[in-house]
C-alpha cells in the first residue's frame, strides 16, 4: 500500500506532514450544513469498512475471549477516557490491562512482547489497508467530508505502525488511540448514523496520531496542533483528499473539492506527491 508512512524516517520531507502546510496557507472553503448535507447523501455509510473490519477482529478475539465485544468496548471507553495530552502515549498499558483482566494471566499471551514485538501494529498494519482501499473506493459524491477524514485516520494509524520499531509503545499507542476513535466512529455512525458522528473528534485525535508518531522518531511534524474542530477538520480533509487522490485516476478538481481547497492549492499538494 502507497501511503504516507514510507517516508517516516525523514519527517520533513513526508508526505503525510506535507498536506497541512500545503493548504494551511490556501484560502479555505467551509462547508455550510446545507453543503455538508448535498455531499453526505444517502448513499453507503462510509464507516461500514471500519465497522466490518472490527467484526472480524472481534470474531478472532472470540477464540480466546468469552465476551469479545465486551472486551473491545471496555478497551475504547477506557482509551478514549484517558485525557488527550495522555492518551496518545499510553492506549498500549490499556490494552494490556484489559486482556490481563479477560484472560487472567497475561504472560500466556507472551506478556509484553503483543506491544514491544508488534502483534498489535502488525494485526492493524494488515486490517487498515483493505478498510483505506474500500473507504477510498466509493462514489466521490457520497459522505466526502467524512470519508476524507477516515482515510486521514486510517493513514495515521498506518504511519504510526510503520514507525513502531523505532519506539514500538508510543507508536503502538498512537495507533491504538486513533483506532478506538475510529470503531466508536464506526459504531455511532450504524446505530444512529453517519451524521451522528463526532467528526471533529475523529479529526483532532489524527492529526494527534501523526504528531505523535512524528515524536516516537524524535521529528518535527508539520502538521499543526488542532487548536479548533473546525481546524482540526480541514487539516484531515487535506490529508484524506491527498491520500484519496493517490489511489486511483482522480482529478484535481475532485481532490480539490474533497480537500475543501482551491484547485491550484490543491495542484501543489499532488506535485509534492509526484515528486517522491
Known sequence: ??????????????????????????????????????????????????????????????????????????????????????????AAGV???????????????????????????????????????????????EHTVERAVILAAINAALVATERSPTDSRQ????????SCRLYRAARVASDDGPESVDLAALATDTVRAYRTAATATETTSGIPAPETPEGAIQTARRIGATEWYRRGERTTAAAAQMAGVPEPAFDRLAASLTDE
Open 1 to 90: 500500500m502507497d501511503n504516507y508512512g514510507d517516508q517516516s524516517q525523514n519527517n520533513s520531507d513526508t508526505a503525510a506532514d506535507r498536506p497541512a502546510d500545503s493548504g494551511s496557507n490556501a484560502e479555505s472553503e467551509p462547508l455550510s450544513d446545507d453543503q455538508r448535507s448535498q455531499m453526505s447523501g444517502a448513499g453507503k455509510n462510509p464507516f461500514e469498512p471500519v465497522e466490518s473490519a472490527f467484526d472480524r477482529f472481534e470474531t478472532m478475539l472470540g477464540m480466546v475471549a468469552a465476551q469479545p465485544q465486551d472486551v473491545i468496548d471496555t478497551l475504547v471507553t477506557d482509551t478514549l477516557s484517558i485525557p488527550p495530552e495522555k492518551r496518545f502515549d499510553t
Open 171 to 178: 507508536a503502538a499507542s498512537a495507533a491504538l488511540a486513533v
Open 95 to 141: 490494552l494490556e490491562a484489559r486482556l490481563d483482566d479477560e484472560l487472567g494471566e497475561f504472560a500466556a499471551l507472551g506478556g509484553l512482547t503483543a506491544i514491544e514485538g508488534g502483534a498489535v501494529t502488525e494485526l492493524l498494519g494488515s486490517e487498515l489497508p483493505q478498510i483505506a482501499e474500500a473507504v477510498a473506493g466509493g462514489y466521490a459524491g
